[in-house]
């Protein structure tokens, strides 16, 4: 299969500041990482398709300027929150898929709360 | 772009019941189709997968049906136990591996 982690697991932060989420891939290198959102009791929902060494291609309806991603690396994909308002107050979590495997792997996932 | 619609939304059973599933979707090109099974707080935890090209897979007391002419698919859960309780989300995607689009999940609740 394939490790996914997420840092931090769970962060809260003051309405206005920015908020950084990284992704990494333990065991295997990714060019194509996604991020998707969970509000509560809701569905995941795909923000954005992360690519190493280009730009991220984003989902209809998200912000490109407030939901940064960078993928610089074969093992990491970061998404930071800027000027976060508590309307973003989700679960993000991050997966990749793996060449030979059909299944996508996900993180643990991050659990952002803005006050 | 696809939608993937998902029903029920609440689904109760009885110990020892069948469960089934059932979700539609929009887009003749996705060829692959897991299912989720989602704790409170954790992540997505695959249960069953089917390609486009299979009509039916099973695994112990889980199945999964594809009808691509109809553009459905469902999961059966036999014999269910309380910790079959979660919510459950079905998926498309155009290619193993690939972006997926979620339905709007069950939550399953198993009573003893």
């Known amino acids: 299969g394939a490790v996914v982690s997420q840092h931090p697991s769970w962060v809260i932060c003051k309405s206005g500041t920015s908020v950084k989420i990284e992704c990494r891939s333990l065991d295997f290198q990714a060019t194509t990482m996604f991020w998707y959102r969970q509000f509560p009791k809701q569905s995941l929902m795909l923000m954005a398709t992360?690519?190493?060494?280009?730009?991220?291609?984003?989902e209809q309806g998200v912000e490109k300027d407030k939901f940064l991603i960078n993928h610089a690396s074969l093992t990491l994909s970061t998404l930071t929150v800027t000027s976060a308002h508590p309307e973003d107050s989700s679960f993000y979590i991050c997966?990749?898929?793996?060449?030979?495997?059909?299944?996508?792997?996900f993180g643990p996932g991050t659990r952002l709360t803005v006050l | 772009g696809e939608n993937v619609e998902q029903h029920p939304s609440t689904l109760s059973v009885q110990e020892g019941d069948s469960a089934v599933i059932k979700c539609t979707y929009s887009?003749?090109?996705?060829?692959?189709f897991p299912w989720y099974k989602q704790e409170l707080g954790k992540r997505p935890q695959l249960i069953i997968d089917?390609?486009?090209?299979?009509g039916e897979k099973k695994d112990q007391r889980i199945a999964v049906t594809l009808n691509k002419t109809a553009k459905h698919f469902s999961l059966h859960i036999t014999e269910t136990q309380p910790e079959d309780s979660a919510v459950y989300f079905c998926a498309a995607s155009k290619a193993a591996g690939n972006k997926l689009t979620f339905g709007g999940g069950t939550r399953v609740l198993v009573k003893p």
């Open positions: 997966s990749v898929g793996r060449g030979g495997f059909d299944e996508q792997f």
């Open positions: 992360s690519n190493e060494g280009s730009k991220a291609t984003y």
């Open positions: 887009d003749s090109a996705s060829n692959y």
């Open positions: 089917i390609r486009s090209n299979v």
